[in-house]
């Protein structure tokens, strides 16, 4: 097996043509000649998660984050990106990353909290040409006031916490969403019709929201995670009789802690 055949696999579920201009989706270290043995799985191409591929034997790491993204001007162990790099390197470790590629299907990062939050009609929240693009929208099956909305976001996304706006008086009945850092889709969920829109890295400002809208910060992380187990999946259902592991380490990655 090459590295170049699970490319193929994980660009045929998202294509690297529709990242966005400054994302750097796609093979950050290696070629796709190189032969591959085994592919670990995860979030953030840290160098634990190198340290882990290397373990067990997977000569290939897929995560969502790329490991390189605005560029690096020097290379050094005190960086973790550097020494993530170092390390991939000598163990001779390729590394991909499926970010915004995930991110604009319907079958990735966004539609995955659609489905998660049981929503019906779910469709591209700021769609482009080719039926990709960022963000998602659907609706309840049955309208819940913003009280139990919250708590079934809270409840869905495994959450001890959650930031929100001003709760609505109106009931809940159309959810939008965006992993990751959507913040610049807010205007979009209000004029697909939402009254809660769900992101990561919302600022301040962006919690002064109008009569009949509200927004809910659920974390970077929590939003994304789940794409992690469906590139796994991916991997599996092509490569049925290759090693493909997701990183044990998972659940404790998330960088941000709530104390």
């Avoid at 840290?46 to 290939?60: H, K, R, S, V, Y």
């Avoid at 998660?116 to 309840?140: N, T, W």
């Avoid at 019709?193 to 301040?204: N, T, V």
């Avoid at 929590?222 to 991997?235: K, N, Q």
Wanted: glycine share 10%.
């Amino acid at each position: 097996m090459k590295v170049g055949d699970i490319i193929g696999a994980i660009e045929a579920f998202a294509p690297l043509g529709i990242q966005e201009h400054w994302d750097n989706s796609g093979l950050v270290i290696g070629s796709p000649e190189d032969e591959v043995h085994g592919v670990l799985v995860g979030f953030d191409c840290t160098p634990e998660l190198i340290d882990e591929a290397a373990a067990c034997g997977a000569d290939l790491v897929v995560t969502h984050h790329p490991l390189i993204f605005r560029g690096l001007k020097r290379i050094n162990r005190e960086d973790p990106v550097g020494q993530a790099v170092i390390k991939a390197v000598q163990a001779g470790i390729a590394v991909y990353a499926a970010h915004t590629t995930a991110d604009k299907v319907l079958a990735g990062v966004s539609g995955a909290m659609a489905r998660r939050l049981g929503l019906q009609d779910i469709r591209i929240l700021a769609p482009e040409a080719d039926g990709v693009g960022l963000g998602a929208v659907g609706d309840l099956p049955e309208p819940l006031s913003a009280d139990e909305a919250v708590r079934r976001v809270k409840a869905c996304f495994g959450l001890r916490c959650i930031r929100t706006s001003k709760p609505v008086s109106c009931p809940v009945s159309r959810i939008a969403m965006c992993g990751g850092s959507g913040a610049d889709l807010i205007d979009a969920a209000r004029a697909a019709g939402a009254q809660l829109y769900l992101s990561g890295d919302i600022s301040y400002h962006r919690f002064f929201t109008p009569e009949g809208f509200m927004v809910a910060d659920i974390g970077h992380f929590e939003g994304e995670v789940e794409i992690v187990s469906i590139l796994f999946s991916l991997l599996r259902k092509n490569f049925p009789t290759f090693a493909v592991r997701i990183s044990a380490r998972l659940a404790e990655s998330n960088p941000v802690h709530c104390l």
